[in-house]
C-alpha cells in the first residue's frame, strides 16, 4: 500500500510544463524525492529535496526541473519545464530518513535508500 500519493501527471507536447504533487504529511521533515521509471529501464532519480533543506537534481532535468515543498500543507511538487519525449515515464514520489554526501549538484541517492513510495503517475510527452 503506498504512503503517499501523487497527483498532476498526464500527457503534454514537448517544450511543454506539468506539476506534480505529492501529499506526504507524515514524512515532510524526511528527505523527499522523486523518481522515474520509463518501460524496460530501471528506476532512476529525478530531484530531492534533503532533510537538511539541500536540493540536488539528476543531470538530466537540471535547469528544466524544479523540487519544492509546502510544510504546511504537507506536499512537496516537481515543477517540469521544456518537457522532452525523453521526459515520458511514470513518476514516483519517496520519502525516506537519509542523507547522504553527495558530492556538490551530484546525484548520489539510490531507490533503496527510499522507504515510503507513492503508487505513481504516469507523464507522457509527445514529439
Known amino acids: 500500500q503506498a504512503q503517499l500519493v501523487e497527483s498532476g501527471g498526464g500527457s503534454v507536447q514537448a517544450g511543454g510544463s506539468l506539476r506534480l504533487s505529492c501529499e506526504a504529511s507524515?514524512?515532510?521533515?524526511?528527505?523527499l524525492a522523486w523518481f522515474r521509471q520509463a518501460p524496460g529501464k530501471k528506476r532512476e532519480g529525478v530531484a530531492i529535496?534533503?532533510?537538511?533543506?539541500?536540493?540536488i537534481y539528476s543531470d538530466s532535468v537540471k535547469g528544466r526541473f524544479t523540487i519544492s515543498k509546502d510544510n504546511a500543507r504537507g506536499m512537496f511538487y516537481l515543477q517540469m519545464n521544456s518537457l522532452k519525449p525523453e521526459d515520458s515515464a511514470m513518476y514516483y514520489c519517496?520519502?525516506?530518513?537519509?542523507?547522504?554526501?553527495?558530492?556538490?549538484?551530484?546525484?548520489?541517492?539510490?531507490?533503496?535508500?527510499?522507504?515510503?513510495w507513492g503508487q505513481g503517475t504516469q507523464v507522457t510527452v509527445s514529439s
Open positions: 519517496a520519502a525516506g530518513l537519509v542523507l547522504a554526501a553527495c558530492s556538490t549538484g551530484s546525484w548520489c541517492y539510490d531507490v533503496s535508500d527510499f522507504d515510503y
Open positions: 529535496i534533503e532533510s537538511d533543506g539541500g536540493v
Open positions: 507524515r514524512y515532510i521533515d524526511y528527505s
